[in-house]
């Protein structure tokens, strides 16, 4: 079975950095689309971030220019990078990927069990 798991959340001051990571283990014949979002209290989860296998990107507004997500293919992991981090960042975060997972399956989207982030003003 398909699993993501995530680290590197945690509780920060505003203007400070966190580093999370995704991995994807299991049967995994094609790894597309890699991607965070987050889902802050009361609110809908948002895409915050989403990053190819060929290495395109797309970024919520929010975020460009402060938050850089990044792949390493080899190892099926994903990172997201968060500078300059504002209370309105804080949230749980949740690692999503498009996964074949075998040959004659079709792509499906998987979610991992979310890491908290909390910036403090």
């Known amino acids: 079975q398909v699993q993501l798991v995530e680290s590197g959340g945690g509780l920060v001051q505003a203007g400070g950095s966190l580093r999370l990571s995704c991995v994807v283990s299991?049967?995994?014949?094609?790894?597309?689309?890699m991607g965070w979002y987050r889902q802050a209290p009361e609110k809908e989860r948002e895409l915050v971030a989403m990053m190819g296998r060929g290495g395109s990107t797309n970024y919520d507004a929010s975020v460009k220019g402060r938050f850089t997500i990044s792949r390493d293919n080899a190892q099926n992991t994903v990172f997201l990078q968060m500078n300059d981090l504002k209370p309105d960042d804080t949230g749980v975060y949740f690692c999503s990927a498009e996964v074949k997972p075998t040959w004659n399956t079709p792509f499906e989207k998987y979610w991992g069990q979310g890491t908290q982030v909390s910036v403090s003003s």
């Open positions: 299991g049967p995994i014949y094609i790894l597309s689309d």
